[in-house]
């Protein structure tokens, strides 16, 4: 379940990506490339590797769980309609390649992209709110998690950044692009610098959304191992024993919800900043000899 969630972190990622390229189409010529990478990861590794794994969770999970058997079956059902969705827009995307970007097909395609980006993360959300959650792990007995993590894929490429790389260059690059902005202070930014600023404004909000998601899923495993600790030790005296262990977790737990929000909203304000700085001084960055 950890690794099901950092695919979806990771698939977020890839989502957000997409909705800034798609706005790109049809006026920079980089947009397609990135854009084609990103479908790639999409069909190579979510639709083959990630959904089926989740497949194969639900149908198990609809066995103990009956009452959420419409909802499961509706999800592994999307997961095949979502697959041949990402296949026709890798191969749109293809085509657009081929023809140079026209204005009407790319403004066509980009319509496309923000639909299966909506009802990707439309998708995603119900998933978390059914499945995703700190009780899951109590549904199955342990020989059926056994039977599940049997045989694990290959590690999603976005989880190792030399690989994500070596696989999708140009994705690679467009995702790190805000962090080579904020310290570079390039100049070569384009356009208008309150759009750019706006735009960035609007990748930070769905980053804190992102890492507040993250911090509930964390809070659900915090309060479902502590409340297995409270209820595991002896009494009188073990929970007592076991406070000082649960206050640990609970302050690295507290410290990351301060910290993290924190980093993103730093950064966000960093990359909103970022297209009013000034050019570096050529004088300073020349060769003193």
Do not use: K
């Not at 969770?57 to 969705?85: F, K, N, P």
């Not at 999603?156 to 030399?162: I, R």
């Amino acid at each position: 379940m950890a690794r099901l969630r950092l695919e979806h972190a990771h698939l977020s990622r890839v989502l957000r990506e997409i909705e800034v390229q798609r706005a790109r189409l049809g006026r920079d010529p980089a947009a397609v490339a990135v854009l084609a990478e990103a479908l790639a990861y999409l069909v190579d590794y979510q639709h083959v590797h990630h959904h089926p794994r989740e497949d194969a969770l639900y149908q198990r999970l609809i066995v103990t769980r009956a009452d959420l058997a419409g909802e499961l079956g509706a999800l592994e059902r999307e997961h095949a309609g979502g697959a041949r969705q990402a296949r026709r827009l890798a191969h749109s995307i293809a085509g657009l390649h081929s023809a140079g970007t026209p204005e009407r097909p790319a403004a066509r395609l980009s319509r496309d992209l923000q639909r299966y980006v909506d009802e990707t993360r439309d998708h995603m959300r119900r998933e978390e709110r059914v499945v995703f959650h700190g009780d899951v792990e109590h549904w199955l007995a342990e020989e059926e998690w056994r039977a599940l993590t049997a045989c694990l894929p290959p590690d999603d490429p976005l989880a190792d950044a030399n690989e994500l790389r070596r696989r999708y260059p140009h994705l690679a690059a467009a995702l790190a692009e805000p962090v080579r902005e904020v310290l570079t202070r390039s100049r070569e930014m384009v356009g208008d610098p309150h759009a750019r600023s706006l735009s960035a404004l609007r990748e930070g909000a769905a980053d804190l959304v992102d890492a507040y998601g993250e911090l509930l899923h964390e809070g659900f495993d915090l309060a479902r191992a502590n409340a297995v600790a409270l209820w595991s030790a002896p009494w009188p005296f073990g929970p007592l024993a076991a406070l000082p262990e649960l206050g640990r977790r609970s302050y690295r737990y507290a410290t990351r919800c301060v910290s993290l929000p924190s980093r993103v909203a730093l950064d966000c304000a960093g990359r909103m900043l970022a297209p009013f700085a000034p050019p570096a001084d050529d004088a300073t960055s020349a060769d003193p000899g």
